[in-house]
């Protein structure tokens, strides 16, 4: 690769991406130029790699402390935009601080102190009144998904911590959502708005799916097998109904995670996880999966339930028609239950008897290493391949973590791998191997 080569383009190729899209372009050339922008896009179409690219260009090699801020409203989020920018490359030092992480953890991140720090707003607030990193360095914030911070709560400490930075030089405001109203503690005065909302929206198809009873449990198992192996997302209005819909699946032998805000961190991550790498399918989720996950291309979307909002059912439907691609939406509509008025009348859905199709040819592998122990995706693949015996289309998806990794291997020979590499040897450590 040439030295003189454009940094964007490094990255660009380093991450396999032939060419930005219309709204990364005029994001990466207006943030390029400009102090203050708002940046509007549905859910899916690449708004972190469309702020992050700019911002990148603006940060010291040599500078130390944190120089970027971007807060998000949940520790997923914070998670995803950890892994894409790791995946760029970029030389600087990343950290994500949210809730449900210990504080400790926190702090041994900050003995060699980030140039990009990613955090939910109240871990970052809890951060600086601990006075644990420095405000003076940073130059450029966001606020990313900055009105669903506002919508779970986190007014008090985005003001908190807005009043802190006195040295920005460039603030960033992005949303999937059209009605945002930018509140005075953000003093944004002349911002630039870049808006894509208009775009994607009509890719996606929109069916009914009519449900004979009242109760919708039988239809929605009918619905799976018609809609067939492809990967895809059931959401529900509320955490007791995820927990009916998943003993249903369950009974059926339908395969399938949950995800809720009820579940412990570590069960939402290993959730997404075995999703991503198709362990599982499906995923039941609520609307905390509506926006800001990094999940695989999603083939559908099935509610279960209608969200009361119109902006929750566009969130939900946009984890489906994602990078301005195409995209399914299904209703699923049982007798005597009133849809919402925003929705038109819809196409109707009519359901074959198809058999259940087939689970899943995969199974996840848990490894107790991480990046602490400098292990990277290339150490796990040539310990699978070389001492495992695996052949290359036994060996899934690698995620690395900072003091873990997941995989995922042909269910055929987890039995035979997993007894034979557990207690192997990674880089320094000694690893445990085991299915979860």
Request: aromatic fraction near 6%; include cysteine; charge should be neutral.
């Amino acid at each position: 690769m040439s030295e003189t080569q454009d940094p964007t383009q490094r990255i660009l190729d380093k991450m396999g991406i032939e060419s930005l899209n219309d709204m990364q372009q005029e994001a990466l050339s207006e943030i390029s130029k400009l102090d203050e922008v708002v940046l509007l896009s549905p859910t899916g179409t690449g708004k972190t790699l469309a702020f992050v690219l700019p911002l990148l260009e603006t940060l010291k090699i040599d500078a130390t402390g944190v120089q970027l801020l971007i807060l998000v409203p949940s520790r997923e989020l914070a998670i995803q935009i950890e892994q894409v920018i790791r995946g760029m490359g970029s030389g600087f030092k990343i950290n994500a601080f949210y809730g449900g992480q210990s504080f400790s953890k926190d702090r041994e991140g900050l003995k060699q102190t980030p140039s990009i720090l990613i955090g939910t707003p109240g871990r970052i607030a809890d951060h600086l009144r601990r006075n644990t990193f420095t405000t003076k360095s940073i130059s450029a914030l966001v606020l990313d998904e900055f009105d669903k911070m506002l919508e779970v709560g986190f007014e008090r400490e985005m003001k908190e911590i807005t009043r802190s930075l006195n040295h920005l030089n460039k603030k960033i405001l992005t949303s999937a959502s059209q009605n945002m109203d930018l509140p005075d503690f953000v003093r944004m005065n002349r911002a630039k708005k870049i808006n894509y909302l208009h775009q994607g929206r009509s890719q996606l198809e929109l069916k009914a799916i009519i449900s004979p009873t009242k109760d919708k449990l039988e239809t929605l198992v009918k619905a799976l097998a018609h809609l067939g192996n492809k990967p895809g997302i059931v959401f529900c209005n509320f955490k007791e109904s995820i927990q009916r819909v998943s003993e249903h699946l369950e009974e059926h032998q339908i395969t399938h995670g949950c995800f809720h805000g009820d579940m412990e961190q570590q069960d939402r991550e290993r959730a997404l996880i075995k999703f991503r790498n198709g362990t599982h399918q499906l995923i039941v989720a609520t609307d905390l999966a509506a926006r800001g996950l990094d999940i695989p291309e999603i083939e559908f979307i099935l509610h279960y339930h209608m969200p009361n909002r119109e902006h929750e059912f566009t969130h939900r439907n946009g984890r489906t028609a994602r990078m301005l691609k195409g995209g399914t939406a299904y209703i699923l509509q049982g007798t005597q239950e009133r849809m919402p008025d925003y929705l038109e009348k819809l196409e109707t859905e009519e359901l074959s008897d198809s058999p259940m199709p087939a689970p899943s040819e995969w199974t996840t592998l848990f490894i107790s290493g991480g990046r602490r122990d400098k292990i990277s995706k290339g150490d796990i693949a040539g310990l699978f391949f070389k001492q495992g015996g695996l052949g290359k289309d036994q060996l899934g998806l690698i995620e690395i973590k900072h003091d873990c990794a997941f995989l995922s291997v042909h269910k055929d020979v987890v039995t035979q791998v997993t007894e034979k590499l557990d207690n192997s040897r990674l880089k320094k450590k000694k690893v445990r191997i085991r299915v979860i």
